[in-house]
């Protein structure tokens, strides 16, 4: 079973910032968080990642907390063609094989 | 860099008969994954290989599922006598890993109707 709790769906404003929370309450200390997404009929695409300290890339930003239990997912000017399934990860790179267990993510639709 | 190249895209087969999917990772890396997705589900792992070995299998693998990777480069999928709950889109992941890092890229995928 997947290790996080994400809300089902979302809307985002086009030109808004998106903000996509992830509860992973039992996360431990070797594992990462890792966020992919999935536009209709595409193989999932790996957006970012981290640890422990906040992370930006050329496509969004992760924010985890202190505790690490919870992150969220920011994309700071949301375009249509961010409406996509957003799945957030927890995996061990250090213990086990590092397989990624999906659950069924937040689905993003961004409005015009 | 080419991507991840899955083939076919769609397949419509039988029930009972055999399929075989194909899977061309980006040229250096060294894992390949195999996935199945169900609509409205996240995908769920099946195997994957560490160059040509292949480390592990899901319990979702049944007998009819195999797997290989000859010379850690492509890899196929076969599923024989297929049944209808074997309907889903196949995808196909590649990555370079290493100890504290991995990114998977995956293909489009490889739909499957089984009638």
């Known amino acids: 079973d997947a290790k996080t709790t994400q809300p089902p769906s979302m809307d985002c404003a086009e030109g808004r910032a998106a903000n996509l929370p992830c509860n992973h309450s039992?996360?431990?200390?070797?594992?990462?968080v890792y966020w992919y997404r999935q536009i209709h009929s595409q193989g999932p695409q790996y957006i970012i990642h981290?640890?422990?300290n906040n992370e930006t890339n050329e496509m969004a930003s992760l924010i985890i907390t202190e505790d690490r239990k919870s992150s969220t997912l920011i994309l700071p000017h949301a375009t249509l063609r961010d409406t996509a399934v957003y799945y957030c990860i927890v995996v061990d790179y250090g213990g086990s094989q590092g397989n990624l267990i999906f659950g069924k993510g937040t689905k993003l639709s961004v409005k015009p | 860099d080419t991507g991840v190249s899955q083939n076919p895209r769609h397949k419509i087969t039988k029930r009972g008969q055999n399929v075989t999917f194909r899977c061309d990772p980006i040229?250096?890396?060294?894992?390949l994954y195999w996935y199945r997705q169900t609509l409205g589900q996240g995908p769920e792992f099946l195997t994957y290989?560490?160059?040509?070995?292949?480390?592990?299998k899901s319990r979702l693998l049944s007998d009819r599922f195999s797997a290989e990777r000859p010379k850690g480069s492509f890899s196929t999928l076969e599923i024989q006598r297929t049944e209808q709950g074997d309907s889903a889109m196949y995808l196909c992941a590649s990555s370079f890993s290493t100890a504290t890092n991995e990114k998977l890229f995956f293909g489009s995928g490889t739909q499957l109707s089984v009638l």
């Open positions: 981290g640890l422990k």
């Open positions: 039992t996360i431990s200390g070797n594992e990462y």
């Open positions: 290989f560490q160059n040509e070995a292949q480390l592990e």
């Open positions: 040229s250096e890396h060294n894992r």
